[in-house]
């Protein structure tokens, strides 16, 4: 039988960390529709931002954050986000996660919107560290369950409270029902939404979705943000290229070879993400954008990042040598579903950490390295008001067969949908394009709909999931009549504190604009 005390949904580290946890109050089963390391967090490179230098404060953290999220971050949240850092630190460290050291201090980097170094790091691809320990640790944990290739495919919501979900098991051809009186949401971001970005092939959304379709509120939707620096060569996903390389000197060049940051922000190449972002697709429109760190030196590039260095080497490029072309890329949905600080949504009996939720700490434009604390900060929140749950609610039919069925087109639709939102959700927007962007996934849902009459498969419940996330990042899109963080609007191309420091948050099909809390 499929029940258990938690389910988690996710493989990240916020579903594993809260995986571990939650194993020293009851049974827990983690579904991941691939692998356990098939997930955002594998693929995180710069590290983990807290407060761990000599020159450091929690007031610097805080501020950094904030003013980076450009007037909406909840100061609460950021506040429980930065005290809780260097302890976070140190449980990853007493799980067996390595980080860099320098004699015997941690070797901090700096990125983009920090004002101090504070990254904890362990190479140059920290996520695929942290996330080899977390796996090991719970493959070891006799309370927690792993089901692989196990695709979610919707809430179920009894007496308006959630009681598990109803997914597919993809090797035995069959919809499961998986019982819970907690169940954990934690399946990551919605990168996949984009032509180009750098997310896995399995971020689509889903769990932003499910939640929607259940009736939980979800805020921020409209902040999508796009990291600078992917390897512009190749198909998506497309290789990161951190952004601690800027932070230890990388320049951004144009195709004239001028370092253009300098004169567009007081960050220069840190400048935060949002506004490297939009500089570099202006230089883009006369030409190739390049990241130039040939002053640093072969055995510095090497010993610091050996897989970016193997993964340009591979691509034809040497960091000693060539300029390095760069693009943005999709990467990091700002908001999400809305919870509070212990994970709770607006439905009793869900949560939901990490990239999927919205805590409120990302404003309009996350800060790098954040999200990683994110993960662990509210999964260990949410653990201290958590108590065993008993029971649960008999959900039958737990098991019946589906028909799987080949559907290539899906494939097509993923990539229309993909292109449309590149060019007109992207990183620059316009009333026009968005409203022609409703239009289009209109017609993309019309047609996904009918595919999923004939059967079911992952490619379609994906394409199920992606236009309905795509619908609610446009449509906030809309709403919001002006310019801020991630959003972009063309039309109005200006910030407006005056009229517009408020959340645009969605229930259902309704749309509230409320006003942010100070």
């Known amino acids: 039988m499929n029940h258990s005390n938690f389910l988690v949904v996710g493989s990240g580290l916020a579903g594993l960390s809260f995986a571990l ?32 230098g000599a020159d450091d404060s929690f007031e610097n953290h805080i501020d950094d954050t904030i003013r980076v999220g450009k007037g909406l971050c909840d100061r609460r949240a950021v506040e429980l986000l930065v005290r809780r850092g260097p302890e976070l630190i140190g449980w990853l460290m007493g799980l067996g996660v390595e980080f860099d050291r320098m004699g015997d201090v941690l070797d901090l980097g700096k990125e983009g919107g920090h004002s101090r170094r504070r990254v904890a790091h362990s190479g140059d691809l920290t996520g695929s560290a942290v996330q080899e320990v977390m796996v090991q640790r719970v493959k070891e944990s006799p309370a927690i369950e792993i089901r ?71 805020a921020d939707m409209e902040f999508t943000q796009f990291h600078p620096t992917v390897l512009n060569v ?53 030409g190739q954008v390049y990241l130039d760190v ?18 340009c080497a591979e691509e034809g490029y040497s960091m000693v040598r060539d300029l390095i072309p760069v693009s943005p890329a999709a990467h990091y949905l700002c908001g999400g579903i809305k919870v509070n600080e212990y994970g709770e949504t607006s439905i009793p009996g869900l949560l939901a950490f990490g990239e999927c939720s919205c805590t409120g700490i990302h404003g309009a434009n996350r800060m790098a390295s954040n999200s990683m604390l994110e993960c662990l900060v509210f999964t260990s929140l949410a653990f201290e008001k958590i ?48 409203k022609q962007v ?81």
């Open 21 to 52: 946890r939650a194993a020293e109050l009851g049974e827990v089963t983690v579904i991941t529709k691939k692998a356990l390391m098939d997930s955002n967090s594998s693929l995180a490179q710069g590290g983990i931002a807290a407060v761990l």
């Open 148 to 218: 692989e290739k196990v695709v979610a495919v919707d809430l179920v919501v009894h007496e308006g409270s959630c009681r598990g979900i109803r997914a597919l098991d993809v090797e035995r051809s069959r919809l499961v029902n998986f019982q819970a009186p907690v169940t954990v949401l934690a399946t990551g971001g919605v990168g996949q939404l984009y032509a180009k970005t750098s997310n896995p092939a399995v971020a689509t959304g889903d769990g932003v979705a499910m939640a929607w379709w259940a009736g939980a509120e979800l």
């Open 234 to 286: 190749g198909t998506s996903p497309f290789f990161l290229i951190s952004e601690t390389v800027r932070g230890e000197g990388g320049i951004l060049r144009n195709n004239s070879e001028e370092a253009f940051m300098k004169g567009i922000h007081r960050l220069g190449d840190l400048a935060p993400r949002d506004i490297v972002s939009r500089a570099m697709v202006e230089e883009q429109k006369r």
């Open 294 to 311: 040939r002053h640093k030196g072969e055995p510095f590039l090497r010993r610091r990042f050996p897989t970016i260095y193997q993964r």
């Open 387 to 434: 108590r065993p749950h008993e029971g649960s609610v008999d959900l039958s039919p737990m098991e019946r067969e589906v028909q799987i069925v080949d559907t290539p087109e899906a494939h097509v639709l993923r990539s229309h949908l993909q292109d449309v939102m590149w060019d007109s959700t992207g990183i620059n927007r316009s009333v026009a394009g968005l």
């Open 438 to 518: 409703i239009v289009e996934l209109r017609e993309i849902e019309e047609r996904a709909e009918s595919l999923l009459s004939r059967g079911m498969n992952t490619d379609l419940i994906e394409l199920h999931s992606m236009v309905a996330v795509a619908r609610l990042i446009t449509r906030a899109a809309l709403t919001r009549r002006e310019s801020r963080g991630t959003h972009y609007l063309a039309d109005h191309p200006r910030r407006d504190d005056e009229n517009w420091l408020k959340h645009i948050v969605f229930k259902g099909n309704r749309i509230k604009v409320e006003d942010h809390r100070t």
